[in-house]
């Protein structure tokens, strides 16, 4: 007898408290992409890769490409951190958010803040919806430096030219709700900024902290739980100043390592939650899974 394929069936939805917060995670959607070099190893041979892929029970063709905003309720406040590709993904499996959100029992109204990592497209695509705010009640913020970067445009990669005429379309006329924030700026009380810069020129991170329960969302800090976050050093395509990045990497690689800061990555495999160990001279991403309070 056999049977028919039914397609692909993932978990989409994860939650768990940290102290008083209570973070979800939310899977947008992902891609399959080939092949891995470019965007990732690009100082490496096809050999080289195979070798990396191999010792990963990965295979050595191309990689899957997720995308996992994270939501967090702390102190009265609800925050989503990133708004995935929205309508415009939806034709390519991808954009699931807003309709997620409802799944995880939120509506888009409930949001209070949309925090942003960065501008890139799979971050700002979802903040609108049929041409009007996704999510209608909330404020607003990002980077300062990041906010001037795309609005001036002339620092912006010219590979990155149909990303900037979305950012102009998108996110200037939430202008009027948006707040800037420097390095180290509080966000409410319990979640702050910080600087993270290099993947994109103003890319942010944000903390939780709750006591002794701190949670870091460090966007696209790296891409790959493989092929980046095991090579810091090397250079990724998606990067927008490399330099800057693989020296963020590193520092921020370090610090979770050496602090054993539970992370919320966008581009982590789901759901995206977990630990960085040392692994010899370089490190290794190790899921985490919590459970919601009793």
């Known amino acids: 007898m056999t049977t028919t394929p039914k397609g692909p069936y993932r978990p989409t939805i994860h939650r768990f408290a940290l102290g008083a917060a209570e973070i979800t995670t939310i899977l947008d959607g992902a891609h399959r992409r080939e092949p891995i070099n470019p965007p990732f190893a690009l100082d490496r041979s096809a050999d080289q890769i195979a070798a990396v892929a191999q010792a990963n029970n990965l295979p050595a063709h191309g990689f899957e490409n997720t995308y996992t905003p994270t939501v967090v309720s702390i102190g009265g406040q609800l925050v989503l951190f990133d708004t995935g590709f929205g309508e415009g993904g939806r034709d390519s499996h991808a ?3 807003r309709r997620r959100l409802t ?3 939120y509506a888009p109204q409930d949001i209070d803040i949309v925090a942003f990592t960065h501008m890139h497209p799979d971050h700002i695509g979802g903040v609108m919806e049929d041409g009007a705010p996704a999510f209608p009640n909330a404020r607003y913020v990002m980077g300062r430096r ?12 010219p590979q990155r030219a149909q990303n900037r005429e979305m950012f102009l379309r998108l996110i200037p006329p939430l202008a009027s709700r948006m707040t800037l924030l420097e390095d180290g700026d509080e966000v409410v009380p319990g979640l702050r900024a910080i600087a993270a810069f290099g993947h994109s020129l103003g890319h942010m991170m944000y903390r939780v902290d709750d006591g002794a329960a701190s949670l870091l969302i460090w966007g696209d800090v790296t891409n790959h739980y493989v092929f980046s976050l095991q090579y810091p050093d090397s250079q990724v ?38 630990y ?7 490190y290794r991403w190790v899921p985490a899974t919590y459970q919601l309070r009793m």
């Not at 990041?146 to 990669?157: T, V, Y």
């Not at 990497?249 to 800061?261: H, N, P, Q, Y």
């Open 276 to 282: 960085v160990e040392r692994h010899g001279d370089s």
């Open 95 to 97: 954009g699931n958010l």
């Open 237 to 274: 395509a998606f990067d927008d100043d490399r330099d800057m990045a693989i020296a963020t990497r590193k520092r921020v690689l370090d610090m979770v390592a050496t602090d054993r800061v539970l992370v919320s990555g966008h581009h982590m495999p789901f759901p995206a939650i977990g």
């Open 103 to 105: 799944q995880a029992g």
């Open 146 to 157: 990041e906010f001037d970067a795309w609005s001036d445009g002339s620092q912006i990669p």
